[in-house]
Structure formats: C-alpha cells, structure tokens
C-alpha cells in the first residue's frame, strides 16, 4: 500500500519567493497533519484537517503560512513570501478512525530559504 | 499544560539492551506511541499502548507504562547498530479532537559495534 507521498523531497530558493509543498494522504485516511521539525524547536504541529476542513490552524506561523486541502486526496501548504527562518523539514501525516489509528507519516520535504 | 519529555541522547554496545524512557503530563491520555526516525526519513511508527495496558511486546520491543508516575519506557533486545535513530515518544490526550499528538523532543540512541 502507499503511504503518505509528499513532494518535492528537497526544495532550496530565495528569500522572498513563493514555496507550496504538497501532500497525499493514505486512502481513506480522514484526517491529515503538517508538522515542521527544527532542531531549535523539535516537532511542531503546524494545523490539521478533517474530512478536509481545518480543524486546528494554532501552530501556524503566521499569515505569511496558508494550507488548504481542495479534496480528501491532496493538501498544499504554502509560504508566500519566505524567509531564512522557515527553513525546516516538513512533514505531512494522516491517520484515520478519529485519531484513534496512528499517525502516518510521509518522508519530509527539507526546505532551505538562502 | 501538556508536555513529554525525553533525555536527548543514549549509547548502548551492539547485543545489550537499550531503554528509552519518556514522561508527560497529561494523566487522560488515551493512547502513547514510539515512533523511530531515522536520518533523512520521516517518522516510522514503532508501537503503542492503550492507557489502559501496563505493557505491550513485540518481537524486540517491549512497552511498560506506568500511569501512576506518567511514565513510558521502550525497550530495546540485542540492539543492532541499525536501531541508531532518534526514537519519539508522543501521547494523544483525552479530549483532543482527531488525534493531536503531543511529541516529546526524541531521544538519539547511538549503537556501538
């Protein structure tokens, strides 16, 4: 079976430009994670959806982070502008059954911002 | 507020044992997991437990919870040199909608031939 498939795997660019990054959940997976892990801070809950709807967007950064999920097979989270410090390995992850599954996690994306 | 807390780092010798030990905060959690992260890779889920389980095994791993002194531990039998990772502990606590896992900041266990 597939698991979480996230893309790109490596993305390095300059300040100030736009980044989305994209996720696919497992199939039938009803609810999907963004995480960013730093070695500053460890690993943080970005927001989460369910049933593709935002259930909790607290751990967003700031406006400059946006995350939409159009449909139950597809998730973007975009940095529009970015900065140096946005640099970090984001995760996506899904899980299903009201949480009670665990999470799934994709391989990260590493963001580098020059 | 939540909170699970990891010591940073263990060396053990390839075939001992390894224990991986984790506290937090939250005494309703539901459910606690290990998760293995290797380099590059994202997070493999490892096992977890029930809070109503005092311990769980499987093959190598073994899990004990101590609900009383909010305490997880992950043992590790005849550690291979391919258990080098940082190992996550995470809790789901009561109450949190759709699974919200709380990680701890991972415990880098290095094996030693």
């Known amino acids: 079976d597939a698991g979480v498939i996230q893309s790109p795997r490596h993305e390095v660019t300059e300040m100030g430009q736009e980044v989305t990054l994209r996720c696919k959940p497992i199939?039938?997976?009803?609810?999907l994670f963004w995480y960013r892990q730093t070695m500053m801070r460890g690993l943080e809950l970005l927001i989460y959806?369910?049933?593709?709807?935002?259930?909790?967007d607290s751990g967003m950064p700031e406006d400059r982070f946006s995350a939409k999920m159009p449909n139950a097979s597809f998730s973007t989270l975009k940095i529009q502008p970015s900065e140096p410090r946005d640099s970090a390995v984001y995760f996506c992850?899904?899980?299903?059954?009201?949480?009670?599954?665990?999470?799934?996690f994709g391989d990260g994306t590493r963001l580098s911002i020059l | 507020g939540e909170d699970v807390e990891q010591s940073l780092f263990l060396s053990v010798r390839e075939g001992d044992s390894s224990v991986i030990n984790c506290t937090y905060t939250?005494?309703?959690?539901?459910?606690l997991y290990w998760y293995k992260q290797e380099p590059g890779a994202g997070l493999q889920l490892l096992t977890y437990?029930?809070?109503?389980?005092d311990m769980k095994q499987d093959q190598r791993l073994t899990v004990l919870l101590n609900k009383k002194d909010k305490h997880l531990s992950l043992r590790i039998a005849d550690t291979q040199t391919g258990d080098s990772a940082i190992y996550f502990c995470?809790?789901?606590?009561?109450?949190?909608?759709?699974?919200?896992?709380?990680f701890g900041q991972g415990t880098e266990l290095s094996v030693k031939p």
């Open positions: 992850a899904s899980s299903s059954e009201g949480g009670i599954q665990p999470q799934h």
């Open positions: 199939s039938g997976h009803d609810y």
């Open positions: 939250d005494s309703s959690s539901t459910y």
């Open positions: 959806f369910n049933n593709n709807v935002p259930i909790d």
């Open positions: 437990i029930f809070s109503n389980m």
């Open positions: 995470a809790e789901t606590p009561f109450g949190n909608q759709g699974g919200k896992l709380i």
